[in-house]
């Protein structure tokens, strides 16, 4: 055996183990800032979308998003056995293995559709939700997936985006606000005038355990993403790590001057915000444009939590279209202007900054009108919504018939 081929392909094995946990700080976090009777449903949810996606991303997903390409919209085969298939994908990744490269991408798939599961918490029907998942992990997501990474039309014009803001984190979050607008919020959260009320966690600990978590699985999610063991992969653990704590400060400061107070969620969602948002640019922005980068998203993260909260009037119990759409679509088009190879700011003219707008846009537009269709659908059909008496009573206990904490007031 090849030892590039070797080395290769048990660094991109590592990078998938490091994704893959993120669906447990995905899981921290959401219940961390959901109530203690919600517990068992978030973390069952996160669960749920990893079992789900890596059955329904193998049999379809994957021909969707890698199969060979049929007029720059969609993949055409590879389906159901995809690597007994002679796909061209395969000869462009020739350097690893076959195997590792499908569980790594199936790891991308997963944690897309977990996005969606933080923002629907504590009134989403369960089963659902399931459908829905599914339906990110089969067809929302590898669409998307071909046109950027798949040899789809927006890779044709451009269009850029090595470890995800935009294929990733924003697909996951426009879902996510058609998900949370059309569920609606939780009971009690706006008053008749409008007003948003808190409705506070039970484990800020929890969540910001969860941040870190998420922190720890990015050195999988940005240097894995060069699918390879070389300078590229190491340069990026650079460049995600000063990001990651640029944006971090930017979070505890700018939450610290609007608030009085220093906000332990601000910060974790501020590092958290600047490492969705450079995922596009991670391997060809200088050190000092990651701090830069990281600086601004952890700063808008403050900014764009209360806007969908207060002005949109969407409740999202995790900030999580905030942090993975807000920031995940700032990052991508700021990458137009800080790519050192590419960028606006570096000499090279504005047409690879012009390709991400028309990415943005054609992204926002099939990921809102996909997902509505199937979340509406859903509604009309299964219902997306437990009665109010269920919702008052918690998921846990109403379908699950279980309590994550028995011994404790579960209000």
Known sequence: MDTTYLFNSVWVLCASVFVFFMQ?????????????KNACNIWLKNLCDFCVGGLVYYFIGFGIMYGDDWHGIIGVNGFFNPL???????????????????????????????IISGSVA???????????????????????????????????????????????????????????????PRIGKYNADGKSNAIPGHSVPMGILGAF????????????????????????TITTTLTACAGGLAGLFVSWARYGKPDP??????????????CTSVAEVSPMGSIIIGILLGTLICFTIPFVDHVLHV????????????????????????????GLFYGHGASYL?????????????????????????????????????ELNGLDIEEHGMLAYPYYNMR
């Not at 798949?150 to 044709?156: F, V």
């Not at 601000?266 to 915000?273: D, F, H, K, Q």
């Open 24 to 36: 447990a700080g995905f899981a921290c976090m959401e219940s961390g800032f959901a109530r203690p």
């Open 315 to 342: 409740d999202d119990p995790v900030g999580a279209i905030s942090l993975h759409g807000g920031s995940g679509i700032t990052g991508a088009l700021l990458a137009g202007l800080f790519s050192t190879s590419k």
């Open 84 to 114: 007994s298939q002679d796909l061209a994908i395969w000869k462009s990744v020739s350097s690893l293995s076959p195997e590792i490269f499908l569980l790594y991408q199936t790891m991308f798939c997963a944690t897309t559709a977990t």
């Open 213 to 236: 978590i998420l922190w720890f699985g990015w050195y999988g999610f940005n240097p894995g993403s060069e699918l390879a063991l070389d300078g590229t992969t190491f340069y990026t």
């Open 354 to 390: 012009v390709s991400m707008v028309i990415g943005v846009v054609a992204v926002v537009v099939f990921v809102a009108v996909a997902a509505f269709l199937t979340i509406f659908l859903l509604k009309k059909t299964l219902g997306i919504r437990i009665s109010s008496t269920d």
């Open 265 to 278: 969620t601000l910060a974790a969602n501020g590092a958290l915000a600047a490492l969705v948002g450079i």
């Open 122 to 184: 504590e009134r989403f029907k369960f089963n659902s939700y399931l459908i829905l998942s599914a339906v990110m992990t089969a067809f929302i997501y590898p669409v998307i997936g071909h046109w950027i990474w798949g040899g789809g039309w927006l890779s044709q014009i451009g269009v850029t985006d090595f470890a995800g803001s935009l294929a990733v984190h924003s697909v996951g979050a426009i879902a996510a606000f058609m998900g949370a607008k059309l569920v609606g």
